[in-house]
């Protein structure tokens, strides 16, 4: 079974501050792939990152940042001089190959920038 | 590129009534999943339809049901509504050929159950 722990319910920092996320996920399969979403207070979903289990290189795009380590079966995301615009609930989710476009969703972590 | 669309955005139903939720995915997309999003449960996978298949379904009863059209517009419906079924419903497409497509989520239908 696929299981994705994110252990942090609520993070508040203040603006210019650095902050990072915490993904650990449980899979059997060996090739799996790995998201990130941003779900702003209007609700919808936003795709941040996609990885893949055969790529373990680290990802920088902007202020986002993404740390994928198969030995500790983390895929962490980290916010560089946060912004009060970064204020969200973030979800890691998780997928296997096979077929189907099913994600399997941690339970999210709200993340407050307080100016 | 549009985005996906969902209508209804905000329903208030009662106890007892049954509800269709519609999705148009972005133009290409074949594939098209739905999602419950719930306080207590978070996000859940209800089920995923390709080229008008259901290609997977989740741990749902038999109340929820989907449809995809040959344009790839898919509606959900859940019949005899309970309070439980309260919860924000989000659609995502993807391209789906390969199975492992990067899902793109639409704003979602907010139902309340009454």
Same mark, same amino acid.
Request: hydrophobic share 30%; proline share 3%.
């Given at each position: 079974?696929?299981?994705v722990?994110q252990?942090?319910?609520?993070?508040?920092v203040?603006?210019?501050?650095?902050?990072t996320?915490?993904?650990?996920?449980?899979t059997?399969?060996?090739?799996?792939?790995l998201?990130?979403?941003?779900?702003?207070?209007?609700?919808?979903?936003?795709?941040?990152?996609?990885?893949?289990s /055969?790529?373990e290189q680290?990802?920088?795009? =902007?202020r986002?940042?993404?740390? @994928?380590? $198969?030995? %500790?079966?983390?895929?962490n995301?980290?916010?560089?001089?946060?912004?009060?615009?970064?204020s969200?609930v973030? /979800?890691?989710a998780?997928?296997?190959?096979? =077929?189907?476009?099913?994600l399997? @969703?941690g $339970?999210g %972590?709200?993340?407050?920038?307080?100016? | 590129k549009a985005?996906?669309?969902?209508?209804?955005?905000?329903?208030?139903k009662?106890r007892?009534?049954?509800?269709?939720?519609s999705?148009?995915?972005?133009?290409g997309?074949?594939?098209?999943?739905?999602?419950?999003?719930t306080?207590?449960q978070g996000?859940?996978?209800?089920f995923?339809?390709?080229?008008?298949?259901?290609?997977?379904k989740?741990?749902?009863?038999?109340?929820?049901?989907?449809r995809q059209?040959?344009n790839?517009?898919?509606?959900?419906?859940?019949s005899?509504?309970e309070?439980?079924?309260?919860?924000?419903?989000l659609?995502?497409?993807?391209?789906?050929?390969?199975?492992?497509?990067?899902?793109y989520?639409?704003?979602?239908?907010?139902l309340?159950?009454l």
């Amino acid at each position: 079974a696929q299981k994705v722990t994110q252990a942090q319910t609520e993070i508040s920092v203040v603006e210019k501050e650095d902050v990072t996320l915490d993904c650990v996920y449980e899979t059997r399969d060996t090739t799996y792939y790995l998201f990130w979403y941003k779900q702003p207070p209007s609700g919808e979903l936003v795709f941040l990152i996609r990885r893949n289990s /055969f790529d373990e290189q680290n990802e920088i795009s =902007g202020r986002y940042s993404w740390n @994928f380590q $198969k030995s %500790t079966s983390s895929f962490n995301f980290t916010i560089t001089a946060s912004q009060v615009v970064d204020s969200a609930v973030y /979800f890691c989710a998780l997928s296997h190959q096979g =077929g189907s476009e099913k994600l399997v @969703f941690g $339970k999210g %972590t709200k993340l407050t920038v307080n100016p | 590129k549009a985005g996906v669309t969902q209508t209804p955005r905000y329903l208030i139903k009662t106890r007892g009534q049954q509800v269709t939720l519609s999705c148009s995915p972005i133009s290409g997309h074949r594939s098209v999943s739905w999602y419950q999003q719930t306080p207590g449960q978070g996000l859940q996978f209800l089920f995923e339809y390709f080229s008008e298949t259901q290609r997977n379904k989740g741990n749902f009863p038999g109340r929820f049901s989907g449809r995809q059209f040959s344009n790839s517009r898919s509606e959900m419906n859940v019949s005899t509504l309970e309070l439980g079924d309260s919860a924000l419903y989000l659609c995502a497409s993807s391209a789906g050929t390969s199975g492992t497509e990067t899902q793109y989520f639409g704003p979602g239908t907010r139902l309340l159950v009454l």
